[in-house]
């Protein structure tokens, strides 16, 4: 069986065609050719030392607190069903790990473990190093794995990115269970996808915490959408989905701009407008509609907020 799974990856990744077929077929082609791996390899997974691990963890202090909790609870929901739960940095290494004792020693033996480098030019096609390679989310099924030594796996998979939009890491279920189906991968995806953005979304607030968050009223689950105002309306920073919506650089420092700009030259701006309705709506409620104690639960002026409210028609 293995050795069809490796005459399989040859052969698909080897036509001439391969990246147009399909973004598996693609990324078998970059571990093939680009990365140098053979499918048929056997060695054991890369692990790093637990001293490098621990300084990998130090710089990733931040997102790892931010993160515990949301690892913790995505366990409660995933761990009864044999699905362990892993946390990479930007360079696939595991930083972070949830699974039952009963099942520790399997995946250890399988490297679904803190230490493990699972990035795409180690370990070829697989959901964390893919997930990484490609900036998506992904659901990588048994023999869907580069590796041959790799297909009893099941990956699903969702990028997190950082304060600036950087990619900072992948967050991972994985299941060694040899009757998980396709429509089980799924479901378990778009708690993965949900939880990454969970995370990056604290992350970003907790990169802004003197900031006032506006989070836009959005039905897509892939994107945290998220900017950070100081007391002026002046943009601070957006995450990586707000930076899509309004066109602004991918990654980095954001240029300074009014928000209210922002608003004025983009259609998806309607979930920002509702948010703020909302939160000075509930200001006002709160000051029992007087406007300078609402203006000062919200951290601005009193005419500051009268403009908003002017500009939201708001009377």
Known sequence: MKSRHVDRVVEVASHPSAAAQSRLAASWR????????????????ERITDAVLAQRRERMDAML??????????????????CGVLLSDAEGVVLDARMAGGDAAAFEAWGL???????EASEG??????????????VIHRDEHFHARNTGMSCMDAPIFG?????????????ARADQTVAFNQLIAAMVTQTARQIEADTFRAAFPRARIIAASTD??????????DQDDILLGATRGARKTFRLAPSGP???????????????AGGFDKAERAAVNRALARAGGNVSEAARTLGVGRATLYRRMKRLGMH
């Open 113 to 119: 473990a803190p230490g493990a480098n699972w990035s």
């Open 30 to 45: 970059r571990s093939l050719d680009h990365h140098g791996l053979d499918p048929a390899q056997s060695r054991r997974l």
């Open 220 to 229: 897509d689950s892939e994107a945290a959408m998220l900017l950070a105002v």
């Open 163 to 175: 304060a600036e939009g950087e990619l900072i890491g992948a967050l991972d279920v994985s299941s």
């Open 254 to 268: 954001v240029t300074p701009v009014p928000a209210s700009d922002l608003f004025g030259r983009d259609e998806a």
């Open 65 to 82: 607190r931010v993160a515990a909790p949301k690892l913790d609870a995505l366990f409660l929901l995933v761990g009864s069903a044999g």
């Open 125 to 138: 096609t697989n959901g964390i190093g893919t997930c990484i390679a490609e900036s998506r989310r992904v």
